[in-house]
């Protein structure tokens, strides 16, 4: 279920007072009917690639600018061989706005969820302040400069330079950070004394009395007013579970932030939040002066216990091995501004395709989408602060420790996040730097650990679980009790879905002999490994054409036989798997076609060739000893002659279960065009991802196909993608983005040789934005 139609109220993005605020919720923007209203703002923005000192005035012309929705990158650019330079520069983004004239007397704030990478802002000309920092929520209040009978105009200049003096800047970095506002924007207009931020902790969550701890942070214009009072309920699927109330004590003070905390409790067992049942309730938590509702805001939470102990990570009491892959939020020709449904679908990849259980947002904290999406579908989360093994000045470090607080304060009701990341990525030790963001952690959140990602096992333990890269093989022994694998393969084998069958099926094993070292140790919690998706870079790494290719699978998101291992390793109850880590090739081989490695969850399979059976398997056990699903394989070059079309049948406990084939032919048979979704909002920012692939005649990809495909689109949506696209290893993808229209869109895509394919997507119409 979708999280706005799972929370029918909600509060949205929540900040401080000040020009950088303490940290925004993770909720959708939706406006209330009482105490504060959201408006979201993010179409209607004019733009230019360029800055000049007189477009902060209200009064600038920007009828020249291009009319842009957010998320926004700076610039398109190649899925390739592009210079970092190409968006490195100085923007301007204006918005004209309105504001409803019967809330005159709130106070307003612009709540940004994410600008690349500096950002200084203007309300009517006069300057707000700068924001430093690409990967965090911040805000400004608008309330002593706005206009309430008649238009306010707010400019935002972006500096999208990889400044020295921000983090993860200062030095190298093995990812490129793009640039504009790519994440979300909202007005959030409320009284002078309101909800800032709510905490829902639970607790004693496997007992017949479970409880909840609802913090709920007030921030005032003044001293908190006499009389204020908060009321808490517990819902799932629209049900009460439970209520509590509570006076706010008047304290005389003039704190920035005043925590309440309100425990809701004898509301008897609960439904728990695990991998494969993910139940999610919501707390709504009402503000009241007196009779009268002041404020209200919501949260969607979980009710699980997770932590990792000396055997291994445990998830409500039963142990759980880690299997997981790191991922970066970064796209193909958008850089990082792809908007929620394209976040959500990559939660999805990463659970339902690749069977994983944990992913952790390398090198930074990712979208709120992605990680609701991980709420809902039982993925587990390592979040971490921007960072990538550089550590600058103590300016820069302040930056630091203020993310650590930005993440955690945007994202601690995420029941999925088990883990928080208070540690530059493969940096060398720093003791009063990491004392502390560690410090920062553990002062905001007292029910998750703290880890670092680190390279060396040499490092200081400052954290709770020693999180550690470890690129060799074997790996080395765990050296603390709470230990985690964060990072291997990865550079030390990249692999294209264009390369041999011998580097793809290495690729594969590597992984593989990974995770069956990690199963022969409790004490290792379990692995994550580098990576989920190939991903852009610097000139300093990854292959030539600025790609790392170090993912399981391509940066389309299109599997490389290595993720046929990550997939196989799910219960045959789950999806029955069967995935050859090599394409049926007989000459691409040193010496002919000779060693099948094959991923399954079966427990035996038989091979055919031109439909006579060459030989019957069993997973290999002895280079696999501890694999819960060993791979399968064989020497079977010498049943190559006669040479023929390829069956594998897969069985489980004597019941063929599976068939798969591949074609001998090495023909391009079929091509064919998939979307991930057919209906999207016209609201001009949403956007799904359509494959295109070129297969045998059993739907088998064919690596070898590289035509270039026109693309053709009748109706209001934009193609985001090269057009024509030239194929990478029989497949690849474009995207399609709706305009601001409703209607019905049509997309043609024509192969020189195989024909064309048509496919038509139903945009539904959007509300337009009321400021």
Same mark, same amino acid.
């Given at each position: 279920?979708?999280?706005?139609?799972?929370?029918?109220? +909600?509060?949205?993005?929540?900040?401080?007072?000040?020009? *950088?605020?303490?940290?925004?919720?993770?909720?959708?923007?939706?406006?209330?009917?009482?105490?504060?209203?959201?408006?979201?703002?993010?179409?209607?923005?004019?733009?230019?690639?360029?800055?000049?000192?007189?477009?902060?005035?209200?009064?600038?012309?920007?009828?020249?600018?291009?009319?842009?929705?957010?998320? @926004?990158?700076?610039?398109?650019?190649?899925? @390739?061989?592009?210079?970092?330079?190409?968006?490195?520069?100085?923007?301007?983004?204006?918005?004209?706005?309105?504001?409803?004239?019967?809330?005159?007397?709130?106070?307003?704030?612009?709540?940004?969820?994410?600008?690349?990478?500096?950002?200084?802002?203007?309300?009517?000309?006069?300057?707000?302040?700068?924001?430093?920092?690409?990967?965090?929520?911040?805000?400004?209040?608008?309330?002593?400069?706005?206009?309430?009978?008649?238009?306010?105009?707010?400019? &935002?200049?972006?500096?999208?330079?990889?400044?020295?003096?921000?983090?993860?800047?200062?030095?190298?970095?093995?990812?490129?950070?793009?640039?504009?506002?790519?994440?979300?924007?909202?007005?959030?207009?409320?009284?002078?004394?309101?909800?800032?931020?709510?905490?829902?902790?639970?607790?004693?969550?496997?007992?017949?009395?479970?409880?909840?701890?609802?913090?709920?942070?007030?921030?005032?214009?003044?001293?908190?007013?006499?009389?204020?009072?908060?009321?808490?309920?517990?819902?799932?699927?629209?049900?009460? &579970?439970?209520?509590?109330?509570?006076?706010?004590?008047?304290?005389?003070?003039?704190?920035?932030?005043?925590?309440?905390?309100?425990?809701?409790?004898?509301?008897?067992?609960?439904?728990?939040?695990?991998?494969?049942?993910?139940?999610?309730?919501?707390?709504?938590?009402?503000?009241?002066?007196?009779?009268?509702?002041?404020?209200?805001?919501?949260?969607?939470?979980?009710?699980?216990?997770?932590?990792?102990?000396?055997?291994?990570?445990?998830?409500?009491?039963?142990?759980?091995? !880690?299997?997981?892959?790191?991922?970066?939020? +970064?796209?193909?020709?958008?850089?990082?501004?792809?908007?929620?449904?394209?976040?959500?679908?990559?939660?999805?990849?990463?659970?339902?395709?690749?069977?994983?259980?944990?992913?952790? =947002?390398?090198? $930074?904290?990712?979208?709120?989408?992605?990680?609701?999406?991980?709420?809902?579908?039982?993925?587990?989360?390592?979040?971490?602060?921007?960072?990538?093994?550089?550590?600058?000045?103590?300016?820069?470090?302040?930056?630091?420790?203020?993310?650590?607080?930005?993440?955690?304060?945007?994202?601690?009701?995420?029941?999925?996040?088990?883990?928080?990341?208070?540690?530059?990525?493969?940096?060398?030790?720093?003791?009063?730097?990491?004392?502390?963001?560690?410090?920062?952690?553990?002062? !905001?959140?007292?029910?998750?650990?703290?880890?670092?990602?680190?390279?060396?096992?040499?490092?200081?333990?400052?954290?709770?679980?020693?999180?550690?890269?470890?690129?060799?093989?074997?790996?080395?022994?765990?050296? $603390?009790?709470?230990?985690?694998?964060?990072?291997? &393969?990865?550079?030390?084998?990249?692999?294209?879905?264009?390369?041999? &069958?011998?580097?793809? =099926?290495?690729?594969? !094993?590597?992984?593989?002999?990974? @995770?069956?070292?990690?199963?022969?140790?409790?004490?290792?919690?379990?692995?994550?490994?580098?990576?989920?998706?190939?991903?852009?870079?610097?000139?300093?790494?990854?292959?030539?054409?600025?790609?790392?290719?170090?993912?399981?699978?391509?940066?389309?998101?299109?599997?490389?036989?290595? *993720?046929?291992?990550?997939?196989?390793?799910?219960?045959?109850?789950?999806?029955?798997?069967?995935?050859?880590?090599?394409?049926? *090739?007989?000459?691409?081989?040193?010496?002919?076609?000779?060693?099948?490695? /094959?991923?399954?969850?079966? #427990?035996?399979?038989?091979?055919?060739?031109?439909?006579?059976?060459?030989?019957?398997?069993?997973?290999?056990?002895?280079?696999?000893?501890?694999?819960? $699903?060993?791979?399968?394989?064989?020497?079977?070059?010498?049943?190559?002659?006669?040479?023929?079309?390829?069956?594998?049948?897969?069985?489980?406990?004597?019941?063929?279960? /599976?068939?798969?084939?591949?074609?001998?032919?090495?023909? #391009?048979?079929?091509? =064919?065009?998939?979307?991930?979704?057919?209906?999207?909002?016209?609201?001009?920012?949403?956007?799904?991802?359509?494959?295109?692939?070129?297969?045998?005649?059993?739907?088998?990809?064919?690596?070898?196909?590289?035509?270039?495909?026109?693309?053709?689109?009748?109706?209001?949506?934009?193609?985001?993608?090269?057009?024509?696209?030239?194929?990478?290893?029989?497949?690849?993808? /474009?995207?399609?983005?709706?305009?601001?229209?409703?209607? +019905?869109?049509?997309?043609?895509?024509?192969?020189?040789?195989?024909?064309?394919?048509?496919?038509?997507?139903?945009? *539904?119409?959007?509300?337009?934005?009321?400021?």
């Amino acid at each position: 279920m979708h999280r706005r139609d799972f929370l029918k109220t +909600t509060g949205a993005l929540l900040a401080g007072t000040t020009v *950088a605020a303490p940290g925004l919720a993770s909720e959708a923007p939706s406006p209330l009917t009482s105490g504060r209203t959201i408006l979201p703002i993010n179409r209607n923005w004019k733009y230019s690639r360029t800055w000049t000192d007189a477009a902060a005035a209200a009064d600038f012309d920007d009828s020249s600018f291009e009319r842009v929705v957010i998320p @926004h990158t700076n610039i398109a650019l190649p899925w @390739h061989s592009f210079d970092d330079k190409s968006y490195e520069f100085v923007s301007t983004y204006r918005r004209r706005f309105n504001l409803p004239a019967m809330q005159r007397g709130q106070r307003v704030f612009v709540d940004f969820e994410g600008v690349m990478t500096a950002s200084t802002a203007w309300i009517n000309g006069i300057r707000l302040g700068e924001y430093k920092g690409g990967f965090t929520p911040f805000s400004f209040e608008l309330t002593d400069h706005v206009h309430w009978n008649e238009e306010n105009v707010l400019v &935002v200049q972006v500096d999208s330079t990889e400044r020295a003096d921000i983090p993860p800047f200062g030095y190298q970095i093995d990812y490129l950070t793009f640039g504009g506002i790519y994440r979300e924007v909202s007005l959030r207009i409320v009284p002078q004394t309101f909800l800032e931020n709510i905490f829902a902790r639970p607790k004693d969550v496997l007992t017949d009395n479970p409880s909840v701890d609802v913090q709920c942070f007030l921030q005032s214009s003044d001293m908190l007013p006499d009389n204020l009072s908060l009321e808490v309920t517990l819902t799932r699927a629209g049900r009460i &579970v439970g209520q509590a109330s509570r006076r706010v004590e008047h304290s005389g003070s003039h704190e920035l932030l005043t925590p309440v905390t309100v425990t809701l409790n004898n509301f008897g067992k609960v439904d728990i939040w695990d991998l494969t049942h993910p139940h999610l309730y919501s707390v709504h938590v009402k503000l009241h002066r007196g009779d009268h509702l002041e404020d209200e805001d919501s949260r969607i939470i979980g009710f699980r216990e997770a932590q990792f102990t000396e055997r291994g990570f445990e998830l409500n009491g039963k142990v759980v091995k !880690l299997r997981g892959l790191d991922r970066h939020q +970064t796209f193909p020709f958008a850089g990082q501004a792809m908007p929620a449904r394209v976040q959500r679908r990559d939660a999805m990849i990463l659970r339902q395709k690749l069977k994983c259980n944990i992913v952790r =947002t390398s090198h $930074y904290p990712q979208s709120r989408h992605f990680l609701d999406a991980c709420d809902e579908i039982g993925l587990l989360v390592l979040e971490e602060i921007p960072g990538w093994q550089h550590i600058g000045d103590q300016p820069w470090q302040d930056i630091s420790v203020d993310n650590v607080r930005r993440m955690i304060r945007r994202d601690w009701n995420h029941p999925s996040i088990i883990l928080w990341g208070v540690r530059i990525n493969e940096s060398r030790d720093n003791h009063d730097f990491y004392t502390r963001t560690n410090a920062a952690a553990h002062s !905001l959140d007292t029910s998750r650990q703290t880890g670092g990602i680190r390279y060396f096992q040499e490092s200081e333990f400052l954290e709770d679980v020693f999180t550690m890269n470890d690129f060799g093989f074997p790996l080395q022994a765990p050296k $603390y009790p709470r230990y985690l694998n964060t990072e291997f &393969v990865g550079h030390t084998y990249p692999t294209k879905t264009i390369d041999n &069958v011998e580097r793809l =099926t290495e690729h594969t !094993l590597r992984h593989a002999r990974i @995770h069956d070292q990690l199963a022969s140790n409790p004490q290792y919690a379990g692995g994550i490994g580098w990576c989920a998706f190939d991903y852009n870079t610097h000139s300093d790494f990854g292959s030539g054409d600025r790609i790392c290719y170090h993912g399981v699978t391509d940066i389309f998101r299109e599997p490389k036989p290595a *993720a046929g291992f990550y997939k196989s390793q799910c219960d045959p109850e789950e999806e029955v798997v069967l995935e050859p880590a090599f394409h049926w *090739a007989r000459g691409d081989q040193s010496v002919g076609f000779s060693k099948a490695v /094959i991923c399954s969850n079966c #427990d035996h399979l038989k091979l055919y060739v031109k439909d006579k059976q060459i030989i019957e398997l069993e997973p290999d056990r002895k280079q696999f000893p501890h694999l819960r $699903y060993a791979p399968f394989v064989a020497e079977i070059g010498e049943f190559m002659d006669p040479w023929g079309d390829l069956r594998i049948e897969g069985y489980i406990q004597g019941k063929k279960v /599976i068939s798969k084939s591949y074609s001998s032919k090495g023909i #391009d048979e079929k091509f =064919t065009v998939i979307s991930d979704d057919l209906s999207l909002v016209a609201d001009g920012a949403d956007t799904t991802r359509v494959v295109l692939a070129v297969t045998d005649e059993y739907g088998a990809i064919c690596p070898f196909s590289c035509d270039a495909i026109t693309l053709e689109v009748d109706g209001p949506a934009d193609i985001i993608g090269d057009n024509p696209f030239a194929l990478v290893g029989g497949t690849g993808a /474009i995207w399609i983005r709706a305009r601001e229209q409703a209607g +019905t869109v049509n997309l043609r895509a024509t192969h020189p040789f195989l024909g064309k394919q048509e496919i038509h997507f139903s945009l *539904a119409a959007c509300p337009p934005e009321t400021a």
